[in-house]
């Protein structure tokens, strides 16, 4: 096909992309947190001292400036999953107005065909 591509010759490869994407999908709703094991079975302590380990643990995080932070914010486990969201949405925002300039520059700055510009996506 070379460089020149059309619409009609493009839409197989983009419906392709979309139908590998419902197996990941469907997958997905599959988790289920009632598998996943209980916060006092993931301590993997070898040295069977689970105190020690506790008694070092806490004096860290009474002593970390981050944990110090997030106290002071009132922030618990439960808000874990809307700060991700949230740091997540700010870097697709921010990415979503950068990277689809990238194939301009790569075109018009360094002079690549578009095979090679999809070749550097797709590394």
Request: one cysteine or more; aromatic letters at 12%; charged letters at 20%.
């Amino acid at each position: 096909y070379g460089d020149d591509w059309t619409f009609e010759q493009m839409k197989p490869v983009f419906l392709a992309g979309l139908i590998l994407e419902i197996p990941p999908g469907l997958l997905i709703f599959g988790l289920r947190d009632d598998l996943a094991l209980p916060e006092s079975e993931e301590d993997d302590n070898p040295n069977g001292d689970g105190e020690a380990c506790e008694a070092q643990i806490s004096q860290l995080e009474s002593e970390s400036f981050s944990y110090r932070m997030v106290k002071s914010l009132g922030l618990t486990k439960a808000s874990i999953p809307y700060i991700l969201f949230c740091s997540d949405l700010l870097v697709a925002l921010g990415s979503g107005m950068t990277v689809k300039f990238f194939p301009l520059f790569f075109k018009n700055e360094i002079e690549l065909s578009p095979s090679g510009v999809q070749g550097i996506y797709m590394a």
